[in-house]
């Protein structure tokens, strides 16, 4: 697969990451939770060492409740904590405040009482591209009136916004960038829409998505396009093909307009519920 992560971008954001700690108590490390593995960056690990830090498992609308329960699980057992989110409905902190305040338990020993900024947590938000970082912070933000700082020949001063809760979350999120250890990782991060289609083989890419939904969840192909996966990969491809009318002039299957309709079903939650990745199948060094 052919990804270009530019290694100036990379360096700077990290860069941007590692100023910001400066400034917060806590980091909020963004993942999707269709894909625990792939929508993560190991180099996180490295710059947080033992900085606070907490998980919101975002879409969770999306994956399959069974699955992002496993890997809840997963997390805790590594003593990572894990809130579960859904940053379209979500619109309160509460639980993100909460865990993050438990986590921060002896800042807020040390500050008791002493003023009334005491119980609020500065936060900043991190995650790879399309993760939903700016979904959770226009979400869940009570913006007032426009930006300070903002305007040319003023210095551009971090914005902080006010949620419901005590949380004050840094403006700008930290786009880490995804590890590509495996091709499959590409290939989840291509399944969900996190690398820009023009840079994928689509039909390709298509095939190995019917592939992996007919092995799993064959009830929701036949849901959607009434179609049997009882057979080759292929002759599944050609019949939802014919279903969804992706057929060229010659009467012969469109892949590459079925690859369109198809990841577009997919990305819009109109197939199923689908967990990518799943607990039992972590690479074994990435445990
Ligand atoms: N169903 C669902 N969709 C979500 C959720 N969170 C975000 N999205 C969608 O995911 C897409 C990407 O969300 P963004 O908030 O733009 O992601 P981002 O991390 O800011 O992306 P970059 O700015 O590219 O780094 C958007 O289409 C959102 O509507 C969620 O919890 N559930
Ligand atoms: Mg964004």
């Known amino acids: 697969m052919n990804i270009n992560w530019y290694p100036g971008h990379m360096k700077k954001s990290l860069d941007k990451i ?3 700690l400066k400034m917060v108590d806590i980091v909020a490390e963004i993942v999707d939770a269709r894909i625990p593995i792939s929508s993560r960056n190991p180099v996180i690990n490295d710059i947080l060492k033992d900085f606070p830090r907490l998980i919101i498992f975002n879409k969770v609308d999306m994956a399959d409740p069974k699955e992002t329960k496993k890997w809840i699980s997963h997390f805790q057992s590594q003593n990572i904590p894990v809130v579960e989110f859904n940053s379209i ?13 438990a986590l921060l338990h002896e800042k807020f020993e040390r500050n008791k009482g002493k003023d009334i900024t005491s119980d609020l947590i500065n936060m900043m938000v991190v995650g790879i591209p399309n993760v939903g970082k700016s979904t959770i912070i226009n979400n869940v933000s009570k913006r007032r009136g426009t930006k300070v700082g903002n305007k040319p020949g003023v210095t551009r001063v971090n914005q902080w916004i006010k949620t419901d809760s005590n949380i004050l979350l840094l403006d700008t999120p930290g786009v880490l960038w995804p590890k590509l250890d495996t091709p499959d990782q590409g290939q989840s991060l291509a399944f969900t829409g996190a690398i820009k289609d023009e840079n994928l083989d689509l039909e390709n890419l298509t095939f190995n998505l019917i592939r992996l939904i007919s092995q799993r969840h064959p009830e929701m192909l036949k849901e959607r396009y009434g179609v049997d996966s009882n057979q080759e ?51 074994a060094d990435v445990k």
């Open 18 to 20: 590692r100023e910001s």
């Open 89 to 101: 409905t979500d619109k309160k902190t509460d639980k993100i405040y909460q865990k993050a305040r």
């Open 233 to 283: 990969t292929i002759e599944i491809m050609d019949a939802i093909g014919r279903k969804v009318g992706a057929i060229s002039r010659g009467n012969e299957i469109d892949y590459y307009k079925l690859a369109v309709l198809f990841l577009d079903d997919f990305r819009k939650l109109r197939i199923g519920r689908i967990s990518l990745e799943r607990v039992e199948d972590i690479p």
